[in-house]
């Protein structure tokens, strides 16, 4: 069998999702990157291994591709079991997917990179509105969540009870990038505290952002 090759970018809160997942699960991997800002995922070399062109790909030991970062964790939830970043039962599961979807669905993908690079190139926004626009989006999904999780009796030190689930990678990585936007979570206490909880786990720590060999 091959190594285990994570392509990805320091900055990118969907490749911080995975690296929590595989440092969760203590999985080694080679760590390569490709910087978003400099246009490098769109380099031959990278499309031969992804054709989308997007982050994070994970390539296994076979070989196997494997794109979409929410794919990549409920993959190695199955392949290497323990810690399980899925809850048992049914409901529990779908609560989580939920709660990672409404990050993973209606945030990110209105507010990567390469929809603000299309804001400012199609239709001149600056800095301030860029900034703006990412908040919005945050915003329209943070308040029900905040919501979801202060009022809900399945929620505990974490998303889902006492125990990390995919819904605390995707939210403690969208809080890392909110902080580059300056997002005020005062109105967020439930949101904070699990970002929190979560930041005191080593995984969590090793996986951030300003800790990869590519951040500058």
């Not at 009870?161 to 005062?186: H, K, P, W, Y």
């Amino acid at each position: 069998m091959g190594e285990i090759v994570l392509h990805n970018y320091f900055r990118s809160s969907t490749s911080y999702r995975v690296r929590i997942a595989l440092a969760l699960k203590g999985i080694e991997y080679r760590y390569v990157a490709h910087n978003l800002r400099h246009g490098e995922q769109h380099q031959p070399e990278y499309l031969a291994v992804n054709p989308q062109g997007l982050m994070p790909a994970l390539v296994w030991e076979d070989g196997t591709m494997i794109a979409q970062s929410l794919a990549i964790i409920e993959f190695l939830d199955e392949v290497r079991p323990k810690p399980r970043l899925l809850p048992d039962d049914a409901k529990g599961r779908a609560r989580v997917r939920m709660l990672s979807q409404m990050i993973g669905c209606d945030i990110h993908p209105v507010n990567n990179l390469r929809v603000l690079n299309e804001l400012r190139t199609r239709y001149g926004a600056d800095d301030s509105e860029i900034a703006n626009w990412f908040r919005h989006w945050v915003n329209a999904t943070f308040e029900p969540l905040e919501r979801i999780l202060a009022t809900s009796p399945e929620t505990g030190r974490f998303c889902h009870g006492d125990e990390v689930t995919i819904a605390d990678l995707c939210l403690v990585a969208q809080c890392a990038n909110n902080s580059r936007f300056n997002v005020d979570m005062t109105p967020y206490p439930a949101i904070a505290a699990i970002r929190d909880t979560c930041m005191e786990i080593q995984a969590f720590a090793d996986a951030a952002p300003a800790r990869q060999p590519d951040a500058v």
